[in-house]
Nanobody, 119 residues
Framework: QVQLVESGGGWVQPGGSLRLSCAASGRFFSISDMHWYRQAPGKQRELVAHITSGGSTNDADSVKGRFTIYRDNTKNTVSLQMKSLKPEDTAVYYC?????????????WGQGTQVTVYT
């Protein structure tokens, strides 16, 4: 069974930094696109950052210059380095990955990790 497990959330003051990590485990052939999403209370889930298997990235305008997505294909992990955090970054962060299992491609979600930026 394929799973995505996130870690690294927590509490931080404005201007601080956090790093989130997400590891894929189980039996699968490959991972293509990987993403970080977030969902704040009362709001829809939004895409934060995206990275292809080749390392090309795309970030939401709200996090450009502050967040960096990167991956380690040898360890099947994706990470999100977050700097200059703001209160509006407070949300549950989810990783998502397109994973080839057998001959089919499936989208998997992690369980979410809370990030709280407080004053």
């Amino acid at each position: 069974q394929v799973q995505l497990v996130e870690s690294g959330g927590g509490w931080v003051q404005p201007g601080g930094s956090l790093r989130l990590s997400c590891a894929a485990s189980g039996r699968f052939f490959s991972i293509s696109d990987m993403h970080w999403y977030r969902q704040a209370p009362g709001k829809q889930r939004e895409l934060v950052a995206h990275i292809t298997s080749g390392g090309s990235t795309n970030d939401a305008d709200s996090v450009k210059g502050r967040f960096t997505i990167y991956r380690d294909n040898t360890k099947n992990t994706v990470s999100l380095q977050m700097k200059s955090l703001k209160p509006e970054d407070t949300a549950v962060y989810y990783c998502n990955a397109q994973i080839l299992v057998g001959s089919k491609d499936f989208g998997y979600w992690g369980q979410g990790t809370q990030v709280t930026v407080y004053t």
